[in-house]
């Protein structure tokens, strides 16, 4: 196959490819980590809260893991006069923003599950096209340093969104929801100015290789191992670890109301969020220069077991002071892992199919996130055995999945270009 030739890229560049994940992450973020978790209060009681609502964002993260690929597909063969990617990242996050008011208007279990399902079809539509630049444009040697401010991005978003959200609905109540209104039009407004921003500024590159054909959205999931051997390792090990993360980020906010007991839970779990969006903060800038000067497994290994070591203080040790020592802890390693971990899933794409290809790895993302929100109904199951006892089995989950996908990266086989 001939060479490819990248771009010189400028800071300008880089931000160009990065930002819509500081406006996809601010939503998601928010969504998962506060406002489904107290909307889902509204409808049902307290000893199905946590089936509920892991049945709810399970559903929704199977159907974007899913589609993504879908999309990324349809983006790697489409030739418009705007380019493959644009026409389904503008209209994708201007669906996500139609549908978002739902989700303060639902009246119910049922609407709500609908409309979360409908926004996560229509952002995956977005970022599964989106993700395919940085392959795309950036040479294998920044690719780590690209992948950094990737996370950044998604980081900055999240950090901010959720602390923002957080004091928003510290008094939630469905008879005074002007917090969750407040929080949901600033979300609108953040992404909507982004997607200006691109629609106005981002260029694509020219085409340089023959387009591969959409004939049946089923081979979207297809990889070809003899191209990109390790690849089913690789994304059972990325499943795995990003899987940990999803499932403490998801009950959080049930375990330090229950657990560790505070009178706020909503404030106490943006706090939470906060610390492991600032441990990853500082990960990633590190992270990205050791990826592309030291190699990708072993670091991405090492990460993976740091995040062992700070769910099992929380297990040990489960105190308040414990929760923000674990968040730290966690948030440095997940953050770590991701930047490395993103940078080597660039490495390994087939060139013209880069969309299809980080789509099929963000599944595991996505399906990571998914598989997390099956732990609700075992969390209520063991919570009836005996006080609390879900949320250590809980615990014990995530530490497992960290050590094993740790483990498995280094299955990985190392791509011929590296």
Request: proline share 5%; glycine share 12%.
């Amino acid at each position: 196959m001939k060479r490819l030739r990248f771009p010189v890229l400028g800071i300008s560049d880089y931000l160009k490819i990065t930002i819509l994940g500081l406006g996809l992450t601010a939503l998601s973020q928010s969504l998962h980590g506060i406002i489904l978790p107290l909307r889902v209060l509204d409808f049902v009681g307290e000893a199905d809260k946590n089936t509920a609502l892991g049945a709810l964002t399970f559903t929704g993260l199977v159907i974007a893991a899913l589609w993504q690929p879908v999309a990324g597909a349809l983006s790697d063969s489409t030739v418009t006069r705007w380019g493959r990617r644009k026409p389904y990242v503008i209209g994708g996050g201007i669906a996500g923003l139609l549908l978002l008011p739902g989700i303060g208007l639902a009246g119910s279990l049922a609407a709500l599950f609908v409309l979360y399902c409908l926004l996560q079809l229509a952002s995956n539509t977005a970022q599964g096209p989106y993700q395919g630049y940085l392959p795309e444009l950036v040479s294998p040697a920044y690719r780590g340093r690209a992948s950094s401010l990737k996370s950044l991005m998604e980081i900055m978003g999240g950090a901010v969104a959720v602390l923002v959200v957080g004091r928003l609905l510290s008094g939630y109540t469905m008879a005074d929801d002007r917090g969750l209104w407040t929080a949901l039009w600033l979300l609108a407004l953040l992404n909507m100015g982004i997607l200006v921003y691109l629609w106005k500024r981002l260029r694509e590159p020219p085409i340089v290789l023959p387009l591969p054909k959409f004939k049946n959205p089923l081979l979207s999931y297809r990889f070809n191992l003899k191209e990109v051997p390790g690849f089913g390792w690789f994304l059972a090990s990325r499943l795995l670890v990003l899987m940990a993360g999803a499932t403490i980020q998801q009950f959080a906010l049930y375990y330090i109301r229950d657990v560790i007991g505070v009178s706020d839970p909503a404030g106490a779990t943006a706090g939470f969020l906060v610390i492991a969006v600032a441990g990853m903060a500082l990960s990633v800038f590190p992270a990205g220069y050791l990826a592309d000067r030291y190699g990708r497994h072993r670091l991405s290994m090492a990460a993976a077991l740091t995040g062992a070591f700070g769910i099992l203080i929380l297990i040990v040790w489960p105190t308040a002071a414990a929760v923000y020592v674990a968040a730290a802890i966690t948030g440095y390693a997940t953050g770590t892992f991701v930047v490395v971990n993103w940078a080597l899933a660039a490495d390994l794409v087939v060139p013209g199919q880069e969309a299809r290809y980080l789509a099929i790895a963000n599944m595991a993302t996505a399906g990571g996130a998914a598989l997390a929100r099956l732990i609700g109904p075992v969390i209520d199951h063991f919570n009836g055995v005996s006080a609390n006892m879900g949320y250590q089995v809980m615990l014990s989950a995530a530490l497992l999945y960290f050590v094993i996908g740790g483990l498995l990266i280094l299955k990985v086989k190392r791509p011929a270009s590296q």
